[in-house]
């Protein structure tokens, strides 16, 4: 008989989590979704609901959970400021305690664990491009701090555990991210212009928009997954994944303007407290040890963003209420 591995994903009702539930499922995986909808919906992952190996369950990573599984992608936690800074509380608690009980469960399992970490723990960096071995330049005061600093000690948790109970652990250090089924109304960058420019609305370019993110697209983003928790267990990370493309915000907004045939004018609305100047990831130990790089360019992961944020708003109006 065929043994299929039975998979965890914390917040697989959101934008990474969904995808990833899609590919593991490809993969004739048995997946456990699991999400409080705080950020996540249904309708991204309706389309999964269907298949005999896929199953979804309502809770909350800050409560323990007993389930029996082989791996756990634990990316519950919301991701964008907008959202993470509604109840800052809550936030530090999904990464901290959400941590604590899946490391508690992949011990009690011995189950393969990854974390979704991110660039943040790199804070306002004081070198470019970040690479693994820089400690991060982190307020731990500041209105960003519930999430920097949550995900800083989810991966404290992740090496202890490692090294006081010998588990297999992966850190995935995130790099902005975007795509089909990102949150229309969370704040961030390519959401936000996408969404404004098809409405014809100002584009709303904060700061001078010197700033500079680069920007991978989901698919690459969730091979990365894939090849780490495949990789040897002596491989840990924490590994970089993102891509090195690097674009000012303006030039951004200019791109989305360009590509969507929009009427829209650019705006300057004030620079938030904290955000960072410049990040792109330095990706030499993802080749070296993944094999793994993105594949997407900049423009053509746009043009298929643009489409799903056309049909959404075709479908659910100018709310764009997902
Ligand atoms: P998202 O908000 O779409 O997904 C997060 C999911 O977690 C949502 O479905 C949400 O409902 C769920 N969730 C939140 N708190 C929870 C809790 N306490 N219990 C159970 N579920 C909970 O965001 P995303 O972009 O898909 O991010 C996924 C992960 O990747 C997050 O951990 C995020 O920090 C990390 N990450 C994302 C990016 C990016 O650019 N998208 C970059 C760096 C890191
Ligand atoms: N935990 C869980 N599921 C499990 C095993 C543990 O949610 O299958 C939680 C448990 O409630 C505990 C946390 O994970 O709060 C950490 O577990 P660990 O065994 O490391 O710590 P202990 O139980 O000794 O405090
Ligand atoms: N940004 C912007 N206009 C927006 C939303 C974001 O100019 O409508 C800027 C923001 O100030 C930041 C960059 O775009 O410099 C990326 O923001 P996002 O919130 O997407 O991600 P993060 O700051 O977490 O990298």
């Known amino acids: 008989m065929h043994i299929h591995k039975r998979i965890l994903v914390t917040g697989g009702a959101g934008f990474l989590g969904s995808w990833l539930c899609e590919r593991l499922l490809e993969r ?4 456990i ?3 409080n909808y705080f950020t996540g919906t249904r309708m991204n992952i309706e389309h999964l609901m269907d298949n005999k190996n896929f199953e979804i369950m309502r ?4 409560f323990p959970l007993f389930v029996e599984v082989d791996e756990i992608y634990n990316l519950a936690c919301p991701a964008s400021p907008i959202h993470y800074q509604h109840d800052p509380v809550q936030t530090t608690k999904t990464s901290v305690h959400g941590a604590i009980n899946m490391l508690g469960l992949a011990k009690r399992t011995r189950a393969k664990i990854m974390q979704a970490s991110t660039s943040e723990v790199y804070g306002n960096p004081a070198i470019h491009p970040q690479e693994e071995s820089y400690w991060g330049n982190v307020n731990p005061i500041g209105p960003r701090s519930c999430y920097d600093e949550g995900k800083r000690c989810a991966e404290t948790l992740f090496f202890d555990y490692r090294r006081q109970h010998n ?6 250090r995130i790099f902005n991210t975007y795509g089909p089924r990102m949150h229309p109304n969370d704040g961030r960058v390519v959401s936000n212009f996408i969404v404004q420019a098809l409405r014809g609305e100002p584009i709303t370019l904060y700061g001078d928009g010197s700033q500079t993110r680069s920007f991978c697209y989901v698919e690459d983003l969730i091979e990365g997954f894939l090849r780490l928790m495949d990789s040897p267990d002596d491989f840990t990370g924490p590994v970089n994944l993102g891509n090195p493309g690097e674009f000012t915000i303006r030039e951004l907004a200019e791109k989305v303007v360009a590509m969507t045939n929009s009427s829209s004018e650019i705006i300057f609305k004030p620079l938030p407290k904290d955000d960072p100047e410049r990040r792109r990831p330095d990706i030499t130990l993802a ?4 094999g793994w790089e993105p594949t997407i360019k900049l423009e053509d992961g746009l043009v298929k ?3 799903y944020f056309e049909r959404l708003i075709r479908e659910f109006g ?5």
């Open 28 to 31: 004739e995986c048995m997946v």
């Open 33 to 35: 979704c699991l999400d």
């Open 59 to 62: 809770h909350d990573v800050t």
């Open 167 to 172: 588990l297999r652990i992966k850190v995935a």
């Open 287 to 290: 080749k070296e040890r993944l």
């Open 305 to 307: 963003t643009i489409e």
């Open 318 to 322: 100018n709310t764009c209420k997902g």
